[in-house]
């Protein structure tokens, strides 16, 4: 991430309780470096516990990345990334057309009943999955 990148990156993340006077132990490692190795794990697609041994622990990361995703920070940058993007292209933040699309999946056997069903179309029993994308030319637009 560069310097730039950064910069706008922590305006938008939560300012610790420690630093705010409010309590609580300092945090061992800094926003940013959590951030890179979060986009790491996305970019690379690989597991938590496969992290290179430059990056903090896993565990720490992970605990950090579930912490903002329940919170709904990962979401809000996601949404605030697509709508910015959009703008780019010239576009609204909200788009008018979409492409809808799914995907039927075999279940596995300990998987229950009441969770999956069965596509007659194209003979599977399991659990179907939808998507939706936006249809930014450039294919960047993941709405």
Do not use: F, I
């Given at each position: 991430m560069t310097e730039a990148e950064w910069q706008q990156m922590r305006r938008l993340l939560p300012v610790p309780a420690w630093l705010q006077g409010r309590g609580g132990r300092p945090e061992g490692y800094c926003h940013r470096q959590m951030l890179d190795t979060v986009r790491y794990v996305v970019d690379n697609g690989i597991k938590w516990a496969n992290l290179p041994a430059d990056f903090p622990p896993f565990k720490r990361v992970h605990a950090f990345a579930r912490r903002w995703q329940v919170t709904g920070l990962l979401a809000?940058?996601?949404?605030?990334?697509?709508?910015?993007?959009r703008v780019k292209e010239g576009r609204k933040t909200d788009p008018s057309a979409a492409v809808v699309d799914s995907q039927s999946v075999r279940a596995a056997a300990n998987i229950p009943r009441t969770t999956s069903g069965w596509d007659g179309g194209k003979n599977v029993a399991g659990r179907k999955r939808h998507v939706v994308v936006?249809?930014?030319?450039?294919?960047?637009?993941?709405?």
């Open positions: 809000e940058l996601h949404d605030r990334l697509r709508d910015r993007v936006g249809t930014c030319p450039r294919g960047v637009d993941t709405s």
